[in-house]
Structures are given as C-alpha cells and as structure tokens.
C-alpha cells in the first residue's frame, strides 16, 4: 500500500510540478511572502510531493557500496562504514530540495490556492484520493482497455458490413487488412499488406 500510495502522490506531484514548468508561473515575478512560502510547504506535505525522493540518497549509497564491495571485496566493513558515514553527513541536503519544491509551489500557486490544496489533501475525501488513485486509476485503465477491444472489434465489424453494403463483392475486409475479426486489432503487424 505505501508504495503504490508513493506512486500516486508521485504522480500527483509530478502532474503539478509539469504544470508549473509548462506556464503555470504567473506568480514568478512576484516576491514571495514568508506565509505564501509556509503554505507552499504545506501544501506539498499534504500532497507528499516530495516523498518519492526519500531513497535516492540511500539508494546512491547501497549502488556505490555494492560496486566498490565487488571491486575490493577484502575492504568490505570499512567502505560500508564509510559510504554510510558520507551518506549521513550528505543528508541535511535534502532540506535544499524542499526548500526549491516550495519555491516551485509557491510561484506556481497563489497563498490561496494552496491553502485550498492542502485542506483537500488533508480531508478525508483527499486522504482516500492518495490512498486509493493509483489502484483507481489502474482499474480505470483496465476498463478502458477492454472498452477499446469492444469498439475497435464493432468498428471492424460494422465497418466490413458497410463496406459490403456500398461495394459489393469489392469491398475489402478488416480481416484482408490484417485486422483480427474477433477483436478490431492488428493480428499479425508484420503480415499486413503494404499501401
């Protein structure tokens, strides 16, 4: 559950941090007040906007032990200890990521509108939004899946059945084209004829 609730927020974070880098910066020539910013900070807490970036440094650092474990295994304890040393003294960087985050936010979005951001998120309705979108929206995509079957298998169909009507014995097929009758797709890309 929590990785595909990261996921979600992921995505959510992901689709407004797009938002913000395609035009949505009407507030970058603005100076940004101190509550604008502590609201842009709330704002991404309630999204967990950032969350999904809590592994990349203890992820870097298991990547490099491996690696120079691999090359030197007889140093094993000390490059392990060393690398979780490093690790450990490069994590109050993390605060700089948040800080960029909140500027991103905060010229992105008004103080109002990121209040309104976090009381959704923070509300049961938002909670169960970042509990439950991911498993909604792959059930979503499943469904749409199976509704593009139906539709290109009906096109198909009544397509040949109109195709006949106007044509006669001319006409040609989805089948002819390589389209799968039973549902609508291409059954074989490399035996459709060429155009």
Known sequence: MAISNGLFRGAGAAALIAFALAGGTAHAQEQLSDSHRAAARAAIAALGATDQFDQILPGTAEQLKAALIQSTPNFEAEISSTIDDVAVSLASRRGDLEREAAEIYARTFTEE?????????????????????ITVTQELMRSAEIWATGISRDLAVEADAALEQRLGDQAPTAEDAGIDPETGTVADPAATPAQ
């Open 113 to 133: 509108e990121l209040n309104a951001i976090t009381e959704f998120y923070t509300s049961p309705a938002g909670l169960k939004l970042l509990e439950n979108g």
